[in-house]
Structure formats: structure tokens, C-alpha cells
């Protein structure tokens, strides 16, 4: 097994010392990148509230210090006796019975800070720390990605480019409704007076630009034609079954729209998708409430993602992280402040699933981060430098490129 | 390349009758390929003798080149009126700004008033939000329970500024008759960022631009490096309010220690730059000085805190290093205030920073790689001048390279420029300014928003990409076609607005595709071009 050989690379590594860098865990790497694996970030956007997602249930003084808005352990999906899984996610409980789901908690970022803006500048740039880095990681993926014919390697669900997306690699924004942005080069006429004041123009970049704009365009609107009409013949099925009661699409609707892009588009390789709400400072609720009603949705949405991938399943990786995680107290208004360690999602068919890892410091104010926050105790880059150095097979120096300077010195995969 | 380019209403199927400016592009076509048609010739500086005789020495193009690089894109009539005054009174009078009459100094609401308010009183209001929401925080809660979309006070306050802020950008872009002085506040603004993003300076960005950048965007650099260290904006961003000497009397809480953010970015970005020679412990040094700088609270000052600057900075001596300080090589005494002040001058006075200044202009004004004998020259300008910033300007509009064929045309435009320019090229003043703020947030270049301190970028590698390119042409067309979404316009006719951008000159391939299209495709082809997506 890979992922048995690269755990085995990490307790050599570690054992005698050596730095574990980035670059060593790529050595079983070697083989190039096939092109068909597939890598889905979702970001949530307010530092989503890690400690009731995935609810340490087993650490005693989770209940004490949470006394109005802990989810009490009945209503928990059960993982494995120390953690449960928030009722809201019920939707993702079929996957980590398939084992194909696992979390990576107490994780997070190197760098102390608090701030939203700051945290998640180095999330996406992928060097905590630094405010000079201009282009985001997953930018800095897709340019170690094989050369492709197609113009689209990678999407973007949003009508603005993120930060994890910025640089030099092309870039496909679409909009996160059925079809791309409308253009005025959609209409056949226009389309043809651009080509000709385009096309052939000996010299001039913007010619050929304007000829990959095209083609990247077209295809990306072919997919989600297809995906579409999909879409459409999906849910005339359900409001048959549902005797004719008009299903609502909400924002869960990335799912099925990313899982059709990446089936009908094969060189799609890297998709990303963003969602705010979670910043909880009031009445987050426990069970129910405000925290929960987010995360229906979510986990809703990454179900209908992972079945719309079907056979394209066992080669995604889908990585669900946010900022930082919130204050391991429950505040004075029912809700938490902003903190530090938090849980990362990992969904896939490569994922080692149907586990929690974590080197958990526990929450005695003396295991917390500053006596106050879950203590970020994995590296959130540990954790992406392991799906693209064996999901996404990327070699030694590809990894040194996305993240620079950066010496992993744990394996995220130890059990709680 | 340019000997190629024809005169668009020269050509036989435009037969209808030929208006008098394209007679003017015409004639002025021909003395181009005269003056600077041959890539082997030396550039042509045009003579200051052109000044009285304007009908001969000053090339059409190079009054199209210095109405591109001095301003946001020529207007209706602006290659007429530079064609008549002639290149250089037309370039010292954008040198002199107060000198041409503003506007925008006679209006005294909306946007333009807003971003001329004191950051801390803007602070004050947050501040008293923040504390009614507090209580109306159950009310907020239960709402996003149920799932409504409820807009709480404190969001309503920042979409506010945020909108307000952009628009006065826009229509000082737009509108400004001190081109230049707008040119240079956007160059001064990304060399100074501060990021609208980051909490309060949310609040803060317009005001910062209106108070510390463009009353000093052609002045003494040192001026205007002083006028950004002096604002809580960039106090704010860079995290110096919180630097503090570990141990002083007023350390706690968030101000407790040593925060080299600022200090590194002010050497780095701000004035000597990467390269500049400076070290790791000439950050620490340049921190220690800059500890005890903030800003205030509250519109009343606390007891202890000395004003600095007129927008709220202020000193607080209790959390200074008073130790002594070795800077670059030179010893810093404790004096407090002073030490930064006299930091300020040294860094403004650095060769390196002379350089640094000069390259980032001659990237900005001439070419992506700018000559490196121009940039020297206008180091030396610069030395020379004590960092004038005029002076280094008028270096660089009197060299052959700001005036070699090969820098003409040669830039590609930034999103906001692109916008802009199109607005101006139709001429029409927006009611609506929401559809062009949402095409820079699409193409990635919402004003104010660029994350990192070293700002947005000017340069083709950093624009130049498939998924902008195509949206830039829709843009273009809804624009041309008088289509703006909430604007009323009439888009003019295209060989009014092909006079109006390039003389009514565009090469063959776009003069050919325009002449075998209809009349209301033609005005958006015109914009969406490959010669409109350059200057």
C-alpha cells in the first residue's frame, strides 16, 4: 500500500531525526502525474467551529467549558468512542462507513495569528507568515501539473479569482449557477467579427490568447450544458418520486455542478469552491442552530459531489479546511471567538478513511493554544503536501515549488 | 510595426462624407512616418520650439503617447486640445496640478466628502456600532437562525464605505482634469498598499488615499513617505500600532512586543527595496524606532499620546525603546518621536531607494523592462533633487526612451485602466458606477483590495490571461454598444470614437474587420480591439 510505505518513510524519517522535508515524502512519487487525478479545496471562509464538527466527546471537559453549546453525545454520529460527528453531517455518513472520509484534527497553521484577513492569506498563499508571497498555492499546483492540450486544468466556483488561485496558471471562474457567465462571443455573429479581429495576427501575444480564451471558454460551457441537462433530468426524477413538490436548489448545488464539469471535462484536474458564515461569535447553537443549519447544507452538497463523480471518485481528493478554528470556551454570548487548531475533512476515494487522526493535546487549559484555543499540533501543509505527493503524484521539486521553505516535521496521520 | 498601422477613414469604403478631425489624423499620419517611422532612427524628444510651432514638430502620435501615460486615456477632444497647445505645455501643466482648477474642491457630499473624513472619528462610529450590536447581537443571532438575511449595522456600515470609496476613485479617474496627479495617487497607492480587507482599515482606505497620497503624488518623496507612516491606515495594516519595547511601562495586552511588519515592509517595499542592502537586524533596529507609533482611540487623546501628523497618529513615549539604535550603519539616540523622523529622512535619502523609486516609475510610465540608462538618469534626478518627485518625472518625459517608437503602445493596461479608459473614450459621465466596480472585482483588480502590502501590479505578465482577455471584450462591447447596465448614454459613432482614442488610427486586420461589420458592432470592436487593450 502507498499510503502504508509513506507512513514508513515518516517513522524512519522521524526516528532518526532527520528533517522529514517535503521533498522526502515525494520519493515514492516519482512516477508522473497521469493526469487523472483530480484534487477539490473547499475553504470556509470565518473559521468554522472544528471542536462541533467533529466533537471530541470523549475529552471530559469538552462539556464543562462548552455548558450551553456543546452537542450532546446522543445526537452524535459516533466515529470512535473519542469523537462524534456533528447530526448535521449525516449526509457524510455513508462515506465513512465506506472508509473513505477521514478527518484530520487539532490542525492548522504555524503562524499565531487571529485575524481573518491574515489567516486566510496564509491558508491560500501556503506560506504562514509571510505577506510577500503573491501567488496562491494551488496556482503553484497547477503549474507542476502535467502540460495538457486543454486549455482548463482548474476551476474556479465564484465570480472573482481567490487568492488560492492567484498567479500565472490559467484559471477558469464559473459561476456557481447552471451556466457560465454569459459573453458576448456566445453569440455567433460577435463571435466571428473577434476571431477576425483576433485571429492571425502574426506576433501579437493577445492573438494567441484570444484563440485559448475561446477554447476554454467553449469547453467549460459544453460541460456545464451537459451537467445541466443532467441536472434538469435528475430533479424531474425527484419531483416524480416527491409527487410533483418543487425541490429548492440552494448553495449545495456546487456539488452536482463541480462533479459534472470533471465528468464531462477530463482535463479539469483541480477545482475550488469557498463559503462564508461560519465567523460564530453569537447563538451558534448546538445540535440545531445557527452552526448547524450551515453545515446541512455543506455536508449535503459534498455528498451530491462525491456520487456525481462516480467512477471519477477513487481518483478525487476533496479537502474541506478553514482558517483557524474558535475559542475551545464557549463565550458569553453563545458563542466563540476566534482561535487556532481545527479539524480538516478529507473525502476521496484514496482517503486511509473511517479514522480521526490527531495528536490531541486535549482541552485542560493546559493542552490549549495560549490557554484558551485547541492547539494547532498538525501543520495544515502536512496535510496537503501528503495529497499531492501521493494522490496527486507529484514529484520532488513540484512540491518544493508549491510550498516553499516548508519542513514537515510530522506525520499528520497519528491516531487520537 | 507602426508604419503598418493605416489611417482608418482614409479607406475607399468609408465613403461618407470625412469629418474635419479625421482630415487632422490624416495629415498628422503622414508626418509620423516622417518623424518617427524607422525603428533605426533615433527617437524624436519633441522640441520645446514645437511649443510655437504646433503645426509642424509635434507628431500626432506623440501627443496620443502623452496623453496615454499622463493620463487615464484620452477623452473627446483631448488630442485636439494637447495637438493645439502643444506636448509640453500640455506636460508642465499636469506637472503643476494646483495649478489647474479641481472640481471635485467645490463638492462637499457623497463620495468625494466621504473620503475626505477623519479616521478617527470613523473609528468613534465603528466603535459605537460595535457596542449597539453587542446588544442587538440576540436579535442578529436569531435571525441567521431562521435563516434570514438580515444585514447587521456593522456590515451596512463597511458596504457603505466600501462603495463610497471606490466610486470617488472612479470618478476622480474618470472625471479629474489633474490626470496626472490621479495617474501617480494610483502608483502611490499600490507602492503604499493598504488593503481595505483588513477590519477597520475597511473604513480607513479612502481617506488614507485623500490625506496621505495625492496631495504629495507629485511632491517630495519624503513627504509622502512621512504622510503614509503618519495614518492610521497604514499604522493599522502593517500591525505597528501593536509594536511595542518588550518591558516598557506600557506594554500589555496586544502591545506587548516587538512587531517588525511595518519596519521590514518600509525598507523592502516602501524605500530601499529587496536588494536594497539593508539586514535582518536593520529590521530589528528600524523597529525598535518605530515602537510607541499608533494611532488614537478615541477622538479625545489619551493622556501620555503626542499627535503626530494630522489624521490621528499618534506617539505614545510609554511604549518606546529609548535604547540606542544602530540604523544602516548609523547610531540612533533615544530620542523618541525624533528617531523616526530622522529614520524617514535617512531611507528617503538612500541611493537605493533613489533607484528603486526611479525603476518603479520608468516600469510604470515607459516599459515592463524600463531602460536601465533612463533609470539611472532619473536616480541621479533624484539624488540630486532631494527626492523631488516632479523633477524625476520631468527627466523621464525629456529622455529619448519615454519617446522611443518601441515604448509607444508598448504597456498593457491594468483592469482599472481599461475601465477607465473606455469611459472616458466614449466620454460619458456614469450614473451607475456598480457595473464598472464588478468588472474590476471579475478581473481581479477591486480597487483598494490587493491583500499584500506590495500592491497590484502594472505589468502584462500580471494581467495578461485567457479568462480576462474574454471578459474584457464583453466589457467592451456592452460599453460600446451604450449597453452599460444603470447608464444612459449614446456611445458615439465609431469614427468619432476611433478620432477620439488613436487618431483614428488602427492596423490593417482591425480596420479591415471594422469595415466589414454593421454599424452597431462597430463602436464595441473599436474597444474591444487589440490596440485598446494597450497604451
Known sequence: MRRREFLGLMAATSASYLVPHCRAWAIKSDQPNNGGKKLIVVILRGGVDGLNVIVPHGDPEYYAIRSSIAVPSASLFHLDGHFGMHPSLSALQPFWQDKTLAFVHASGSPDPTRSHFDAQDYLESGVPGSKLVSTGWLNRLIAQLPAKNSPVRAISIGPTLPRIFSGPATVATVAPETKDHPMVVDHPAIQKAFDQLYLGRKGDELSKVYGEALAAHKEVNQALDIAQKQDEQMRREQIIANRGAPLPRNYNYFGKQIAALFRTDPSVQVAFVDFGGWDTHINQGAAQGQLANHLTPLAAGLADLAHGLGPLYKDTQIIVMSEFGRTAHENGNGGTDHGHGNVMWLLGGTIAGGKVYARWAGLKTAGLYESRDLAATTDFRSVLCYALADHMRLSTTALAAIFPEFQPTTDPFVRA | ?535
Open chain 2, 1 to 535: 510595426m507602426k508604419n503598418f498601422w493605416v489611417v482608418l477613414f482614409s479607406l475607399a469604403f468609408f465613403s461618407a462624407s470625412v469629418p474635419q478631425t479625421a482630415e487632422a489624423a490624416g495629415s498628422a499620419a503622414g508626418s509620423t512616418s516622417e518623424s518617427s517611422g524607422g525603428a533605426a532612427k533615433t527617437p524624436h524628444v519633441p522640441t520645446a520650439s514645437a511649443v510655437q510651432d504646433h503645426s509642424a514638430s509635434a507628431s500626432q502620435d506623440q501627443v496620443i503617447h502623452i496623453l496615454n501615460r499622463l493620463s487615464f486615456g484620452p477623452r473627446p477632444g483631448d488630442i485636439e486640445r494637447v495637438q493645439a497647445m502643444g506636448i509640453w505645455p500640455y506636460v508642465s501643466e499636469q506637472l503643476n496640478p494646483q495649478d489647474i482648477p479641481d472640481p471635485f474642491n467645490s463638492i462637499h457630499s457623497g463620495p468625494i466628502e466621504a473620503s475626505r473624513r477623519n479616521p478617527i472619528e470613523l473609528l468613534a462610529e465603528y466603535n459605537q456600532i460595535r457596542a449597539s450590536e453587542r446588544t442587538n447581537a440576540m436579535n442578529y443571532a436569531d435571525n441567521q437562525v431562521r435563516g434570514r438575511r438580515t444585514m447587521s449595522e456593522m456590515q451596512n456600515f463597511f458596504r457603505n464605505m466600501d462603495r463610497q470609496y471606490v466610486t470617488a476613485k472612479l470618478q476622480r479617474t474618470i472625471d479629474s482634469p489633474r490626470q496626472l496627479q490621479e495617474v501617480l495617487t494610483e502608483f502611490w497607492y499600490q507602492h503604499f498598499n493598504v488593503c481595505i480587507n483588513k477590519d477597520i482599515d475597511r473604513a480607513w482606505v479612502g481617506p488614507y488615499e485623500d490625506q496621505a497620497i495625492r496631495p504629495y503624488a507629485l511632491g517630495r518623496f519624503r513627504d509622502l513617505l512621512g504622510a503614509t507612516c503618519h495614518h492610521p491606515a497604514m499604522l493599522f495594516y502593517l500591525d505597528n500600532w501593536q509594536n511595542t519595547a518588550p518591558q516598557s511601562k506600557g506594554a500589555k495586552g496586544n502591545q506587548k512586543g516587538l512587531n517588525e511588519n511595518y519596519a521590514r515592509e518600509l525598507m523592502e517595499l516602501h524605500t530601499l527595496g529587496v536588494d536594497g542592502g539593508y539586514t535582518q537586524r536593520d529590521v530589528i533596529e528600524l523597529a525598535r524606532i518605530l515602537t510607541g507609533l499608533g494611532f488614537s482611540q478615541t477622538p479625545k487623546l489619551a493622556p501620555g499620546l503626542q499627535p503626530v501628523g494630522n489624521f490621528g497618529a499618534t506617539f505614545d513615549p510609554s511604549r518606546h525603546d529609548f535604547g540606542g539604535k544602530t540604523l544602516l550603519g548609523r547610531h540612533f539616540s533615544g530620542t523618541g518621536e525624533a528617531e523616526v523622523e530622522e529614520a524617514l529622512d535617512m531611507l528617503a535619502r538612500h541611493p537605493s531607494t533613489a533607484h528603486y523609486i526611479s525603476y518603479k516609475m520608468a516600469q510604470y510610465f515607459v516599459a515592463d523592462s524600463p531602460p536601465r540608462a533612463l533609470v539611472d538618469r532619473m536616480s541621479k534626478t533624484y539624488l540630486a533633487t532631494d527626492g523631488n518627485i516632479k523633477a524625476v518625472m520631468s527627466t523621464m518625459l525629456h529622455s529619448p526612451e519615454f519617446w522611443a517608437a518601441e515604448n509607444e503602445n508598448n504597456k498593457y493596461k491594468t483592469p482599472l485602466r481599461f475601465v477607465v479608459s473606455s469611459v472616458r473614450a466614449i466620454g460619458f459621465e456614469p450614473q451607475d458606477y456598480n457595473p464598472l466596480i464588478d468588472m474590476l472585482r471579475e478581473q481581479g483588480e477591486a480597487p483598494y483590495a490587493y491583500l499584500t502590502p506590495d500592491g497590484y501590479k502594472n505589468t502584462k505578465d500580471a494581467w495578461l490571461n485567457p479568462d480576462s482577455l474574454l471578459k474584457r471584450i464583453n466589457f467592451a462591447t456592452t460599453v460600446g454598444a451604450g449597453a452599460l447596465p444603470g447608464n444612459r448614454y449614446s456611445p458615439p459613432e465609431y469614427r468619432r470614437l476611433g478620432a477620439t482614442i488613436a487618431g483614428g488610427k488602427f492596423s490593417p486586420q482591425t480596420v479591415a474587420t471594422i469595415a466589414a461589420q454593421p454599424q452597431e458592432l462597430r463602436s464595441p470592436l473599436l474597444l474591444g480591439s487589440p490596440e485598446f487593450m494597450r497604451y
